[in-house]
């Protein structure tokens, strides 16, 4: 991955002095948190299609190449959510049984993953696949708005991995095919290798390459405007197990190495061996770590002058370590060489007669340089090409290849730090804001779906915005960032998705705006929005302030309106309040004053305050306010205000036939009565309260004395009294004349001791008219 941008020279200056020497501040918490539903975004995936591993952006037909599990899809690259075209490639039965009968998945790794796309000519692309373990490649055509496989199929042993989860990096330089991979099935081979008419490749030593993981690699055009006739060189990043150390376990360290585009091998020494690998250690130290970070990514930011490219960075600690964290850093090309050129060397020594110890080789390299490329002072030494290297030269980088010094980042520390994320991919976009000054953004890719925005503004690091690309948690396995459109590309295992690398429609105000402090956004006062800022602009109407964050040409808020609550007596009662910004602070006031939060009455949330056992003296207006520091002046917004009243005695009859007081209403009515605004309206609560307990009362006297006295269906209750009525019932012979009211009640009681099941006959009760 990579940029290009052509600013002033000052630029990579300006990093220097103030852009690039900060950590976050407030440990790098982003100011807003976009839910994928929230997400102005465009999805790609297919049916029982996985691992979209591989992009290629072709800007000139329109097209976003993706490559995924035995399929190669032609999307619409300014809404890949429109399919152009498809080819399958498909693995073939016999090469499936194959990899199954090597003990391999026959659904899962016995499938053809492409790994590889690049661009040959205008219509014309390379492409190549893990095929069931068995890496062939081929080209592919775009013609007639039809992708079409060629069915050149070549093997692809060295230029793409065996193994589909495997990392993996290549490029094409001048028509040589350079690649970073492992050349056997068992992945226990890794090579640098070139393609070429002159093939060449690392040593298999483990001291050059010891179980490596590729992360990238490309091209620095270093021959261009050389004052000393040096050559083109590519750079790789990848980690390793570090020999260097003498460690309990592995110790995984992070590498950048070289190697010269001109490079030809040695004549005798290193036949079709690279004469010019050397490597360095990267040096991004996690605070609070003591081991190694480990290298995730690398974004390479090009300048007209390549001596001011820099190399951005992802690192993750390693899997032992304590606390999951992640940091960026940034290097220099030349730093890069500063290291290659000029540092000390390592050299393995023994000791104890079998041990084998790495040391700073105290000595004087021989001349020429080892891993030097060919350049005038070689040439003058009648030195035409690596072929004519001394044996003595090649010998010693054969058995040193690695650098003693480390290569730091740009002012020695990292850019960013945070805890508990893990960092996967890494793209960096150029953008003037509106104070005409170049700032470079970093989108990073997460393991868990999401995409960080982050930039550094004098000395801290600050993230715009955490956006959700996936709905549900996955790694991003690629990104890929169009300047020209303004569009991101991020892909994993369910799919691909597409979004703007500005939609500033997420800030709501001004002052959320400017202070979102977004290089892509600024506020419009003429339109009341926060639109996308047009490069390059200078429009007065427009409101930014990137690096002081000064909202004081913001107008004035829209005054919030007032929302009345009911205040139940003895409830919780919550009150919602969103902040509109992680980094923003909420604040409550009561009557005007500051309402301090305690365990016993209050609970601050991020989305509001919850009031504990609430009684009349709760009642009033309460006010929710933003309060968010930006270069050390704060800034407040009203986001909510409530006014909690108690209802009348009357709505409540009104509302509530049926009333359930708490037993700590009752307590709370002396604390209410000492308020003078709310005494009317307690006095006659009270009263309500009190007629309704004493009613309450006399329904449950009246209900005990007809149980007593028989006249409802329970005759155990009493007796004595139950015996006296059936002595009465035996003695009646007849009914009294007027029984139409009895008869009825007799004929309702007896139904209801039916549907209770009761076998008693119903008329045996209430006889005695007397007794009604």
């Not at 009968?101 to 000519?121: A, F, S, V, W």
């Not at 929005?529 to 004081?552: F, H, M, R, Y």
């Not at 709370?668 to 307690?682: D, G, I, L």
Request: proline letters at 5%.
């Amino acid at each position: 991955m990579s940029s290009s941008f052509h600013s002033p020279n000052t630029l990579l200056d300006l990093l220097l002095a103030c852009f690039f020497i900060g950590l976050c501040t407030s440990d790098c918490i982003p100011r807003k948190q976009i839910p994928y539903e929230s997400n102005s975004i465009k999805v790609f995936r297919e049916e029982s299609i996985y691992n979209y591993s591989s992009i290629l952006m072709r800007e000139d037909l329109g097209l976003l190449i993706v490559g995924a599990r035995e399929a190669i899809y032609a999307l619409d690259i300014n809404n890949i959510s429109v399919t152009k075209t498809k080819v399958t490639w498909q693995v073939s039965w016999v090469k499936q049984n194959e990899c199954t009968y090597k003990g391999k998945h026959p659904d899962i790794e016995c499938r053809n993953y492409i790994r590889t796309l690049h661009q040959i000519n205008e219509t014309l692309m390379y492409v190549c696949g893990t095929n069931a373990f068995n890496p062939t490649c081929d080209y592919i055509a775009y013609v007639d708005g039809q992708l079409k496989l060629v069915g050149q199929q070549e093997e692809g042993k060295g230029k793409c991995p065996f193994d589909p989860f495997q990392r993996y990096s290549s490029i094409i330089v001048d028509g040589d095919f350079y690649s970073a991979t492992f050349v056997n099935f068992l992945g226990s081979e890794p090579v640098i290798l070139r393609n070429s008419l002159n093939v060449l490749r690392t040593e298999s030593a483990s001291y050059w390459l010891n179980e490596p993981n590729f992360v990238y690699m490309d091209v620095i055009p270093e021959s261009k405007n050389s004052l000393d006739g040096d050559d083109d060189k590519i750079y790789i990043f990848f980690s390793e197990n570090a020999i260097e150390y003498d460690f309990y376990n592995k110790l995984i360290v992070s590498r950048v190495a070289r190697v010269c585009k001109g490079d030809k091998g040695g004549q005798r020494t290193l036949q079709k061996k690279w004469t010019s690998f050397v490597k360095a250690t990267l040096e991004c130290p996690i605070p609070g770590s003591i081991l190694p970070s480990v290298v995730q990514d690398v974004f390479h930011v090009h300048h007209h002058n390549w001596r001011k490219n820099l190399f951005y960075a992802i690192f993750t600690s390693q899997s032992d370590s304590s606390v999951l964290s992640s940091v960026v850093c940034a290097y220099t090309v030349t730093d890069i060489n500063e290291v290659f050129s000029y540092g000390k060397f390592k050299t393995p020594v023994t000791v104890d007669t079998s041990d084998v110890k790495w040391i700073m080789y105290s000595g004087e390299p021989p001349v020429p340089r080892p891993g030097a490329c060919i350049n005038n002072a070689a040439r003058a030494m009648k030195i035409q090409s690596s072929l004519d290297l001394p044996d003595r030269t090649l010998q010693f980088i054969r058995d040193r290849p690695l650098m003693d010094d480390t290569v730091k980042p740009v002012t020695g520390r990292p850019l960013l730090f945070t805890k508990g994320i893990s960092f996967t991919r890494l793209v960096v976009d150029c953008k003037i804001g509106l104070d005409g000054q170049t700032y470079l953004v970093m989108f990073i890719g997460t393991d868990k779906g999401f995409v960080q925005k982050a930039v550094n503004y004098n000395d801290e690091m600050h993230i715009i915005e955490e956006l959700q690309l996936f709905k549900n948690p996955e790694p991003i396995s690629v990104l890929r960032l169009s300047t020209s459109l303004g569009q991101l590309y991020a892909g994993s295992s369910s799919g691909v998705v597409q979004m703007p690398v500005a939609d500033c429609g997420h800030y709501s105000s001004c002052l959320d705006c400017v202070l979102a402090r977004d290089p892509y956004c600024a506020w419009d006062l003429s339109t009341h929005n926060c639109v996308t800022l047009p490069s390059p602009s200078k429009e007065i109407n427009l409101v930014q302030s990137l690096l002081e964050g000064d909202a004081s040409r913001c107008p004035r808020p829209v005054s919030v309106k007032v929302e009345n609550r009911t205040l139940v007596l003895g409830n919780n009662i919550k009150l919602p309040c969103q902040q509109d910004s992680n980094l923003a602070q909420l604040n409550w006031r009561f009557e005007s004053q500051q309402l301090n939060p305690s365990k016993e009455k209050y609970a601050t949330y991020s989305d509001g305050l919850l009031i504990y056992n609430a009684t009349a003296t709760d009642a009033g207006c309460y006010t929710c306010e933003s309060v968010e520091r930006v270069v050390n002046k704060d800034y407040k917004r009203t986001l909510a205000i409530y006014e909690l009243q108690i209802p009348s005695a009357k709505d409540h009859i009104g509302s509530h036939p049926t009333i359930t007081v708490p037993l700590t209403t009752f307590e709370n009515m002396a604390e209410a009565t000492a308020s003078p605004q709310h005494k009317n309206m307690v006095g006659s609560w009270v009263a309500m309260q009190v007629s309704l307990a004493l009613l309450s009362v006399m329904m449950v006297a009246l209900l005990l004395w007809n149980l007593c006295m028989g006249h409802l269906p329970l005759q155990k209750c009493c007796t004595s009294r139950g015996q006296k009525k059936q002595k009465a019932l035996a003695q009646s012979e007849s009914l009294p004349e007027n029984t139409e009211p009895l008869q009825a009640a007799v004929f309702f009681h007896s139904n209801n001791s039916y549907r209770k099941g009761s076998s008693m006959d119903a008329f045996k009760y209430i006889r005695d008219e007397s007794e009604i």
